[in-house]
C-alpha cells in the first residue's frame, strides 16, 4: 500500500460516488498490475478524475497531474495533495510538474494525465499536447489510452473505457520533440477511437 491514506479515502468515496454517478468499466483488463503506466483521458468535466479513480481497486498505486489553481482552494488543497495528486501550470513548460511525474512513475505509481490540458464541453477535440509521451518515454513507461464518455448524470451509468497499453515509439535515448507529438496524438486517437464504438 503506497499510499495509506488514499486507500481508506477510496475504499469509503468509491461506493458512495458510483452510488449516485455509476460507471460501466471496459478494458479493466489492458491496466498492468506489475509496472506503472501514463494514463491519457480525453476530459469533459470536472469530475473525471474522480470517476477514472473509481474505475480502479483501492490499493491500485495511482497519482495524478491537476491544474494548480485546484491547490490554492482550502480544504480541497490539503485532500487532493494528500490524495496523491500535484499541480502542474498549464500555460507554460512546467519543469517541476514534469519532474514530480516522473519521479512519481519510478516510484511505482501509475499517473493519469489528461493531454489536452482543459475541459472539453462541445465535443470538439484540441491538439494534445505533447508532454504526456516526453513523460512516458524518459520514464520507460507504457501509455494507456481512457475514454469517459461526456454525457454524465445521477444514476445513469457512465463508460469508463480502458485501451491497450501503448508502446512510444522513438529514436535515441530520449526521443525527440516531434516523437512526443506523434506518440501521444496516437493515444489520444485511439482514445476517441474507443468512444466512437460506445
Not at 469509503?12 to 449516485?20: E, K, N
Not at 491496466?31 to 506503472?36: G, K, L
Not at 514534469?98 to 511505482?108: E, M, N, Q, T
Request: some cysteine; charged content about 20%.
Amino acid at each position: 500500500m503506497k499510499n495509506p491514506f488514499y486507500y481508506h479515502v477510496h475504499r469509503i468515496a468509491r461506493h458512495i460516488v458510483t452510488f449516485f454517478f455509476p460507471i460501466k468499466v471496459s478494458g479493466i483488463e489492458n491496466v498492468p498490475a506489475d509496472r506503472p503506466v501514463v494514463f491519457c483521458a480525453n476530459h469533459t468535466s470536472g469530475f473525471d478524475p474522480v470517476l477514472i479513480c473509481c474505475a480502479f481497486k483501492s490499493d491500485y498505486p495511482v497519482r495524478l497531474m491537476a491544474k494548480k489553481q485546484l491547490f490554492s482552494i482550502p480544504g480541497l488543497s490539503w485532500l487532493i495533495r494528500n490524495m496523491g495528486a500535484f499541480p502542474v501550470d498549464r500555460g507554460h513548460s512546467d519543469i517541476s510538474a514534469v519532474k514530480h511525474s516522473i519521479g512519481a512513475l519510478r516510484d511505482g505509481f501509475s499517473l493519469i494525465i489528461f493531454p489536452e490540458g482543459t475541459r472539453i464541453r462541445d465535443g470538439k477535440r484540441l491538439e494534445p499536447k505533447s508532454g504526456a509521451a516526453m513523460i512516458a518515454i524518459r520514464s520507460g513507461v507504457q501509455m494507456v489510452p481512457v475514454y469517459i464518455k461526456k454525457a454524465k448524470g445521477m444514476f445513469h451509468k457512465t463508460p469508463v473505457v480502458f485501451g491497450a497499453p501503448y508502446d512510444p515509439v522513438y529514436t535515441g535515448r530520449k526521443g525527440t520533440a516531434e516523437e512526443y507529438q506523434q506518440n501521444t496524438d496516437t493515444v489520444m486517437d485511439r482514445a476517441y477511437a474507443m468512444g466512437e464504438q460506445l
